[in-house]
């Protein structure tokens, strides 16, 4: 690998050892030239021929991959963050791709992109609901379906960096984006991640050339989040040689269209103490297997073209060796699942931010009232520059969290995922709200997109169940290494001397200026070193506020809904705030087009978040008591009590 040394400032040799200690990284990063360190440039003189190709089979992916020599696993970031901990090298937005790789992806890209934008046109939907089959044939022809497949099966093989920009292009038309999505995302995930080889030979190969497309199948009429509540059933036969799969499937996307469904349902096994016990099992399932029904897919409720409907069997005979994964292991399927598909949804909002922002921009330019342009009016550039933030951050998430997951062979990153689904969701209902708001009167012609941008809500998995995965999940992973000061805070009589160095440790931290020992102004663009200084600060805060909730609480701190969901959100923005200020440090010191431009939109989001993490913060300090949680919950008891708004009406006299 040539390297190119340039020096910025006198600790040259300290940010150099920084650099060599994590050459092994999977990606190649580029360092911010911060205050008092060096900028290195890292380029990469390899073999062209085991570089990959976006455009086919040509080369496979995991060459390359072993060339780089991937590191097992990675220590996780979010978790970390409730611990305290601050990896600082993810200050350094990462080179997920070399020259070559991005010249070959952009230019497998344009033709495609080209064609949402100009080729699909208005007659893209049938009488039935779902895409013509001259759009399905050209998505082939782009080779789309088999965008996951490895090159072995005919497919191109894929990275999350590559996929993430390719969803991009799918978000441009949210029919035929959410039509791959569900197909590629979620139909195949299953089968390239657990499948056998046998499952792989079988499908992989007309998946990849489309001739088979897929589908998830795990929510039903009375089983959504909570997967435990499954209904459908899947009894082995007598002979040993089928399972017998009986039960409805409820809002499948491709569930009229495709040919091959991941389906869950109950199984009995015998469990370790010998008894009888149901387990979720997952299935692959062809169309033409037999006892399928479909209901009439649905027009009014869902983005049209995405043969949303429900699946009824009845008898579906699945072969043994249909059984994707280990009989009984069917929830850690689906959760895997979910956990490698959630970050490519921050793709397909970005795209949709990026075309309502494009209209809204040119509205307020052409638009005037009261003598002037719509564009100079403040509460409209309120507007603009919230979705602009709110674009750059998604974006930056987005393709931070895809590099960590081609980083390594079994990366950690499913919080970071979740947080990229969940935060770009929302940031796309709010750009929708505030474009339309922009466009006035004119902006009703995008009231259907107000409708499909909710759906990103709920799909795949709702924000409220993501935010408690995140909390839980963060809470668990601190509470290893916690539970030693926990339980010594929880018996401070026989503890008197840790407790007052703890409660001493508080006190300073809550002052207005705590000790900053990870320094991680230094870790970013001198322009930028106010805003890593108040990350530091809230994060410092964020340790001790969750220590006193665990030492308050103990296990019951996960019974505290509203309290895990606002260390959720405070974890978000600290994910968002580490992206965006890693990408601004990159782009300034690389010298992009338009780098002080996103100085600027780095420093804002950091300052817009670090205002809502102290709200978060005062509120979990305060207790339920005086933040007004405990009055909520009265209030919703009196109105379900009354099954509705039980306040009297303002007329109403008793005289």
């Not at 050339?209 to 009894?235: M, R, V």
């Not at 403040?378 to 603009?384: A, D, G, K, S, Y």
């Not at 290494?481 to 840790?498: C, E, Y």
Request: with cysteine.
């Amino acid at each position: 690998m040539l390297r190119l040394t340039i020096t910025v400032g006198r600790s040259f040799r300290r940010f150099s050892r920084i650099l060599h200690e994590n050459h092994d990284r999977a990606f190649t990063f580029s360092p911010g030239c911060v205050r008092g360190q060096s900028r290195t440039l890292l380029g990469s003189a390899k073999d062209p021929e085991v570089a990959p190709s976006a455009t086919g089979p040509a080369t496979s992916q995991s060459a390359v991959d072993d060339a780089r020599k991937k590191p097992t696993t990675n220590a996780p970031f979010i978790k970390n963050l409730f611990l305290g901990k601050f990896d600082t090298k993810m200050l350094i937005f990462p080179e997920a791709l070399e020259s070559r790789e991005l010249e070959e992806l952009n230019n497998f890209i344009e033709p495609i992109q080209k064609y949402f934008l100009d080729g699909v046109g208005v007659q893209k939907i049938d009488e039935t609901g779902s895409l013509t089959s001259e759009v399905v044939q050209k998505l082939k022809s782009f080779g789309l379906f088999g965008a996951l497949v490895p090159a072995e099966y005919g497919g191109l093989e894929q990275n999350a960096t590559k996929f993430a920009r390719l969803g991009e292009v799918f978000g441009i038309d949210e029919s035929i984006g959410i039509v791959l999505y569900a197909s590629l995302a979620l139909g195949q995930e299953g089968l390239l991640l657990l499948g056998d080889d046998q499952q792989k030979s079988k499908y992989l190969s007309r998946l990849a050339n489309g001739e088979y497309t897929a589908a998830f199948c795990l929510s039903e009429p009375n089983s959504g989040s909570d997967a435990a509540t499954i209904e459908t059933k899947a009894q082995l036969s007598d002979d040993g040689k089928m399972y017998i799969l009986n039960g409805e499937k409820a809002w499948v996307t491709n569930g009229a269209t495709a040919d091959l469904f991941t389906v869950f349902a109950k199984t009995d096994i015998r469990s370790h103490t010998g008894q009888n016990v149901e387990r979720l099992t997952a299935f692959l399932v062809e169309k033409n297997f037999g006892g399928i029904k479909f209901s009439k897919p649905s027009f009014k409720s869902e983005i049209l073209g995405t043969s949303t409907c429900s699946l009824h069997f009845e008898n579906t005979p699945v072969p043994i060796e249909n059984v994707l994964g280990s009989v009984g292991e069917g929830f850690k399927v689906a959760v895997s699942i979910l956990n490698n598909s959630r970050y490519i949804v921050g793709s397909l909002c970005i795209a949709i931010m990026k075309r309502m922002l494009e209209s809204a921009v040119s509205y307020s330019i052409s638009r005037q009232q009261f003598g002037k342009h719509l564009k100079d009016f403040n509460m409209v550039q309120e507007m603009i520059a919230r979705t602009a933030l709110n674009i750059y951050a998604a974006e930056s998430m987005t393709f931070m969290t895809a590099a960590l997951m081609d980083s390594y062979v079994n990366p950690d990153a499913s919080l970071e995922a979740a947080v990229v689904k969940i935060f770009a969701s929302e940031a796309l209902c709010q750009a929708v709200s505030d474009c339309m708001q922009v466009m006035g009167a004119h902006g009703l012609s995008e009231e259907q997109q107000l409708l499909n941008s909710r759906r990103f809500l709920l799909f795949p998995s709702t924000n409220e169940i993501l935010r408690l995965f995140v909390s839980v999940l963060g809470i668990q992973h601190a509470g290893v290494d916690l539970q030693d000061t926990v339980r010594k805070m929880r018996d401070p009589l026989n503890n008197v001397g840790f407790v007052m160095r703890k409660r001493l440790e508080r006190m300073k931290t809550y002052r207005s200026n705590p000790s900053l020992e990870m320094k991680l102004y230094n870790h970013v663009h001198p322009d930028l070193s106010r805003s890593g200084e108040a990350l530091e600060l809230r994060i410092v805060k964020f340790q001790y506020i969750l220590e006193k909730y665990m030492t308050s609480f103990g296990d019951k701190v996960f019974e505290q809904q509203l309290s895990l969901k606002r260390f959720a959100d405070i974890a978000i923005d600290f994910y968002a705030c580490t992206s965006c200020l890693a990408r601004a440090t990159r782009s300034k010191c690389i010298g992009l087009r338009n780098n002080d431009h996103e100085i600027v939109l780095a420093r804002t989001f950091t300052a817009d978040a670090v205002s809502r993490i102290d709200k978060l913060i005062e509120e979990l300090e305060i207790g339920v008591l005086a933040n007004g949680d405990e009055n909520r919950a009265k209030i919703t008891e009196n109105i379900v009590k009354n099954r509705g708004y039980a306040a009297e009406h303002p007329l109403t006299r008793n005289w």
